[in-house]
């Protein structure tokens, strides 16, 4: 029998992302972060619609299972479906057995007249959007009627300064934090400053890679994302900032998060140990506390052991016992949904957006 270890949790997710594997090329190599966004991210997210949401929620909760992940901090975008978006996501996790914590990240990239904002980004929008506007309004309907979630906002580059005040004003208001990426490429630099009057230590500021100065909230840290995109080391302890592991819709493997983690933040210091980001891992509780009391029982018996996990790759999830008793997972297998039904229909979901795209 394998260690027994609490469930896990990803501290920031996109779980939209999971239908993305697979689709066309863009017309051009993307370069630049930024190119990268309006290539890849901001033409899947203005094609989504409920059923293909519904279709990624479901694959990427029953993914993050299959590898004793239990609870998921989710930021989702979908402007042609922003009504009822946040509870699409909650109800196809809550099919799996997992916990999410939703938002919606507003932003005023899309004009009123559908356009897209700006052309190299350098100045941000003036004025909040219709879109900003009924995101916002999304976040609270879910809040107030006892979804799981903060307030979220896309990057301080592309919205205003209206949008982000009445963001951290509605939260203040819902007594939750925002969740918002910050400074994750060079073209949200200016981020800390725009950001250092209104963040409070209840915010997850997702990235900082290029944050020039604290801002009070939990860091959520995505190595993996960062070397993909090319946007740099985040350096993340340099920071006294609670720091939280998350994905940036990568999967929510956190085994395998952790180490990455731990080898970048090795090749930075090396002084460190695995210890450094385990507590990152644990840090997540906070967020999930019910999550500490979950059983997942592994492939290995030192999965409970920072150094072993380090240098174990290939550790699974064997068993999945929430903490209110409800099996979730038995041998692996996925014990609420059919794990065959739910990938085929996102495979038919997928094959639906790649065509739009």
């Given at each position: 029998m394998g260690a027994v270890t609490p469930g896990l949790v990803c501290g920031h997710h996109h779980l939209y992302s999971a239908l993305a594997r697979g689709m066309p090329a863009p017309a051009k190599t993307p370069k630049t972060f930024l190119e990268i966004l309006e290539q890849v991210w901001w033409r899947i997210d203005v094609a989504l619609d409920l059923d293909m949401l519904r279709a990624a929620a479901r694959l990427g909760a029953l993914e993050a299972l299959e590898c004793g992940t239990t609870a998921i901090i989710d930021h989702h975008e979908s402007p042609h479906v922003i009504d009822g978006s946040l509870q699409v996501i909650a109800d196809a996790c809550a099919e799996v057995g997992v916990r999410v914590n939703t938002t919606y990240g507003v932003t005023d990239r899309w004009q009123d007249d559908g356009s897209v904002f700006g052309d190299d980004w350098s100045t941000p929008p003036l004025r909040m959007t219709d879109a900003a506007r009924r995101g916002l309004e999304e976040c609270e309907q879910f809040i107030a009627g006892g979804g799981s979630g903060f307030v979220g906002v896309h990057a301080p580059f592309t919205c205003s300064d209206e949008t982000l005040e009445a963001a951290?004003?509605?939260?203040?208001?819902?007594?939750v934090g925002v969740h918002v990426h910050v400074a994750e490429g060079s073209v949200d630099a200016p981020a800390g400053r725009r950001l250092e009057n209104l963040a409070a230590d209840d915010w997850l500021l997702v990235h900082c890679v290029h944050l020039d100065r604290p801002l009070p909230g939990t860091i959520a840290h995505n190595p993996r994302s960062n070397m993909n995109n090319a946007v740099g080391y985040a350096q993340?302890?340099?920071?006294?900032?609670?720091?939280?592991?998350g994905t940036d819709g990568i999967g929510a493997d956190m085994l395998e998060e952790f180490r990455l983690a731990y080898v970048r933040l090795r090749e930075f210091d090396v002084t460190s140990t695995p210890?450094?980001?385990w507590q990152w891992l644990e840090n997540s509780y906070a967020f999930f506390p019910d999550a500490a009391g979950d059983r997942v029982t592994w492939t290995y018996d030192t999965a409970d052991d920072p150094w072993s996990v380090a240098f174990t790759p290939g550790m699974r999830a064997l068993d999945v016992v929430r903490n209110d008793g409800i099996v979730l997972l038995r041998d692996g297998v996925a014990q609420l949904v059919d794990a065959g039904e739910v990938r085929a229909h996102a495979h038919e979901q997928a094959a639906r957006l790649f065509a739009l795209l």
């Open positions: 951290a004003g509605l939260a203040k208001d819902l007594g993340p302890t340099r920071f006294s900032n609670p720091i939280v592991l210890s450094t980001v």
